[in-house]
């Protein structure tokens, strides 16, 4: 697998995911009507080293453990907590919610620390890797170091254009939003957010019954 190829397709993969739904992409219009364009890139900063990361542990041989049904569990029910943490914080802020920067961070913590946790606290996230991410691994590994290397930049670049595009559209339209609007956006995205809590920690919760 020559490294064009590699680089292609995952930019392709990575941007397949990265635009679907989730509580990464309502943090990130909730901060960017906040913060304006600079959030995207500082939430998906902290979403590449945390992926960074992952593709150093998995490749020094932790994709056998992460892929045990009790981990899931784990990751889902703490995963579950620190969203639902996060989202209730939200909520219990918006009454005092205004479009000035210097609002109170609807996150609770710095963006590119939010969006390290908010991944993480994701289940799916760690699926993703022990399965299809360890299986593109393997394959970018018979280019070497390299093919690794060009698989993890280009897996992030989409992340990068697809949060970045989010991010502009909102903050283009953030002069036609009255802080009442405002705290609207901002209360469904907790909700969302409060919403995948939930369900990631029934489906832990769910997983320990049924084993």
Known sequence: MNLLLIASTSFVLGF??????????TLTIAETVRRGPIAAPLLI?????LEGVVVIVVFLGAAEVIQHPGVFSTVAILGGLMMLWMGTGMLRGL???RLELESKNEAGMHPVIAGAVISLANPYFTIWWATIGLSYLVVAHEAGLTGVIVFYLFHILSDFVW????SGTVAYGKRFLS????????GACALFIVGFGLFFGW?????????
């Open 163 to 166: 949060y970045a595009f989010v």
């Open 95 to 97: 009454s005092s919610l």
């Open 179 to 186: 802080d009442r609007g405002y705290r609207i956006m901002v």
């Open 203 to 211: 489906r832990g919760i769910s997983n320990i019954l049924l084993s």
């Open 16 to 25: 397949s995911g990265a635009m679907m739904p989730g509580p990464l992409l």
């Open 45 to 49: 900063l902290g979403h590449a080293i």
